[in-house]
């Protein structure tokens, strides 16, 4: 979809795709908006990752179905275990990343909307589609912040959901007719030459919460659109996890699960964590020289969202190139972004060469 890189040509994005909110990088200082990205000079200073790993040096994703309880669990692992918590990406992590002062329009973040795919699942405008390829580049995202966070710091990540379980809902919304066999093999394609330049994360924890229990919660939700969400379409996203999702990535990482119930003892989890041995998926077979490789790659953010784009004609996420251009124009001229963060007038920056 050509509009999600308009905003990563900007001055404005290229600062702060270096690192996102969370994330310390290593580099020297040129000036007061500028700092050398970590790269192949900084490893031949002697710059090493594996020296800064510690036990809890991992990357953890707790998933589950709608209204689990699995944003609790993973802020209360993450402060439990000494790790950074990332809550769930939505439709507006490009808004954080890029530092926005307020989140903007949809246009600007893939012209697709959350609430109305709860409200009209079956919109025959692609809404549905474009959520779901949006959301797929915003996991990618926020997953390569987290390897990013982990290589530079040392310390572990615990996230809601990832890229890899980020299907569980493409198949969820075909089995219920709402998008069509060509996003499927488009999100396939996309999925395959992206996805395996990523190492899995080190442990997943399943929360089973019934789809019953789910739509009851979201019925009592104070979101509206949450009310009507078809039982349907959450039972298929319990069985896809359950019959797709876990057995494959049960192959590759560490996998914990617990119903609603044993999440309350947080003690509990951890020392079920303590016991795993991580001895299984390619973490294990790292070093500094496949680690230094790995963070030039999570560092540059174009080169991640570059990843998700095929030249393939699909009418749900192709956009045309007047309308990118119209699209383009029209986020440059929102205040701050005409130049470079630090650069802008019109939001007050004072730089000696605007005077």
Same mark, same amino acid.
């Given at each position: 979809?050509?509009?999600?890189?308009?905003?990563? +040509? +900007?001055? $404005?994005?290229?600062?702060?795709?270096?690192?996102?909110?969370?994330?310390?990088?290593?580099?020297?200082?040129?000036? $007061?908006?500028?700092?050398? #990205?970590?790269?192949?000079?900084?490893?031949?200073?002697?710059?090493?990752?594996?020296?800064?790993?510690?036990?809890?040096?991992?990357?953890?994703?707790?998933?589950?179905?709608?209204?689990?309880?699995?944003?609790?669990?993973?802020?209360?692992?993450?402060?439990?275990?000494?790790?950074?918590?990332?809550?769930?990406?939505?439709?507006?992590?490009?808004?954080?990343?890029?530092?926005?002062?307020?989140?903007?329009?949809?246009? /600007?973040?893939?012209?697709?909307? +959350?609430?109305?795919?709860?409200?009209?699942?079956?919109?025959?405008?692609?809404?549905?589609?474009?959520?779901?390829?949006?959301?797929?580049?915003?996991?990618?995202?926020?997953?390569?912040?987290?390897?990013?966070?982990?290589?530079?710091?040392?310390?572990?990540?615990?996230?809601?959901?990832?890229?890899?379980?980020?299907?569980?809902?493409?198949?969820?919304?075909?089995?219920?007719?709402?998008?069509?066999?060509?996003? %499927?093999?488009?999100?396939?394609?996309?999925?395959?030459?992206? +996805?395996?330049?990523?190492?899995?994360?080190?442990? %997943?924890?399943?929360?089973?919460?019934?789809?019953?229990?789910?739509?009851?919660?979201?019925?009592?939700?104070? #979101?509206?659109?949450?009310?009507?969400?078809?039982?349907?379409?959450? #039972?298929?996203?319990?069985? %896809?996890?359950?019959?797709?999702?876990?057995?494959?990535?049960?192959?590759?990482?560490?996998?914990?699960?617990?119903?609603?119930?044993?999440?309350?003892?947080?003690?509990?989890?951890?020392?079920?964590?303590?016991?795993?041995?991580?001895?299984?998926?390619?973490?294990?077979?790292?070093?500094?020289?496949?680690?230094?490789?790995?963070?030039?790659?999570?560092?540059?953010?174009?080169?991640?969202?570059?990843?998700?784009? !095929?030249?393939?004609?699909?009418?749900?996420?192709? !956009?045309?190139?007047?309308?990118?251009?119209?699209?383009? /124009?029209?986020?440059?001229?929102?205040?701050?972004?005409? /130049?470079?963060?630090?650069?802008?007038?019109?939001?007050?920056?004072? /730089?000696?060469?605007?005077?």
């Amino acid at each position: 979809m050509a509009l999600r890189f308009a905003r990563l +040509l +900007l001055p $404005t994005g290229a600062a702060a795709f270096k690192a996102g909110r969370h994330v310390r990088t290593a580099g020297i200082h040129t000036c $007061t908006v500028r700092n050398l #990205k970590y790269g192949w000079l900084a490893f031949v200073l002697g710059e090493r990752t594996t020296a800064r790993f510690k036990q809890n040096s991992k990357i953890f994703c707790v998933d589950g179905n709608l209204a689990s309880g699995k944003g609790a669990l993973a802020q209360k692992l993450a402060d439990r275990l000494g790790m950074l918590y990332m809550p769930e990406a939505d439709t507006h992590y490009l808004d954080i990343m890029t530092k926005e002062p307020t989140p903007l329009d949809t246009a /600007y973040n893939g012209k697709c909307s +959350l609430e109305r795919f709860y409200m009209e699942p079956k919109d025959k405008d692609g809404n549905s589609y474009r959520l779901q390829s949006w959301m797929y580049l915003m996991r990618l995202l926020q997953y390569s912040d987290a390897i990013e966070h982990l290589l530079t710091t040392g310390q572990g990540v615990v996230l809601e959901r990832s890229p890899f379980s980020d299907m569980v809902f493409l198949e969820a919304m075909f089995s219920q007719g709402y998008i069509r066999k060509e996003c %499927v093999d488009h999100y396939n394609e996309i999925k395959s030459i992206s +996805l395996c330049e990523f190492l899995p994360p080190h442990l %997943v924890i399943y929360v089973d919460s019934p789809a019953e229990e789910v739509q009851k919660k979201l019925k009592a939700s104070e #979101k509206p659109y949450l009310h009507n969400v078809p039982l349907s379409y959450l #039972k298929s996203i319990e069985t %896809v996890y359950k019959k797709t999702f876990l057995p494959k990535i049960s192959e590759e990482a560490e996998v914990l699960s617990y119903d609603v119930t044993q999440i309350q003892d947080v003690e509990k989890v951890a020392e079920d964590i303590e016991y795993l041995k991580f001895e299984k998926g390619p973490w294990v077979d790292q070093d500094d020289v496949t680690y230094h490789h790995m963070r030039v790659l999570v560092e540059d953010k174009q080169r991640v969202a570059n990843m998700t784009c !095929i030249p393939r004609y699909l009418p749900e996420v192709t !956009i045309g190139a007047h309308e990118f251009d119209r699209d383009y /124009y029209s986020f440059k001229s929102l205040p701050g972004n005409k /130049y470079a963060k630090g650069y802008n007038e019109d939001v007050g920056d004072k /730089y000696i060469w605007l005077k």
